[in-house]
């Protein structure tokens, strides 16, 4: 069972940045491709970034602010892993819930079934 555990959530104002967290357990990484999703209130949940085995991209309206990292280092026996989102220039219309994803056997955005319980990311003007 993929068991996904976001942290790094914050406040902060308009230009900064921020560091969020992912710790993954219980997945094989040569099959799982992990990503990130945001929500705000009364939208629908939106895929921002997703990497999977090398390959990696994001969404165009965060593309050059937003890079998403693996650390497999640890995954040796497939334990416990890590997936990152590091976020520059935020912008107000960044903020939202942000999701720890993953999506076993496909990389596609409507492939993702185990979530975490999600971070808040508030960016003021």
């Known amino acids: 069972q993929v068991q996904l555990v976001e942290s790094g959530g914050d406040s902060v104002q308009a230009g900064g940045s921020l560091r969020l967290s992912c710790v993954a357990s219980?997945?094989?990484?040569?099959?799982?491709?992990l990503g990130w999703f945001r929500q705000v209130p009364g939208k629908e949940r939106e895929g921002v970034a997703r990497i999977y085995s090398g390959y990696f991209d994001s969404n165009d309206s965060v593309k050059g602010r937003f890079t998403i990292s693996q650390d497999n280092s640890k995954n040796q026996d497939n334990s416990k892993n890590a997936v990152y989102l590091q976020m520059d220039s935020l912008k107000p219309e960044d903020t939202a819930m942000y999701y720890c994803?993953?999506?076993?056997?496909?990389?596609?955005?409507?492939?993702?079934?185990?979530w975490g319980q999600g971070t808040q990311v508030t960016v003021s003007s």
């Open positions: 994803a993953a999506a076993v056997g496909s990389c596609n955005w409507s492939e993702f079934r185990y």
């Open positions: 219980g997945y094989s990484v040569s099959r799982t491709c």
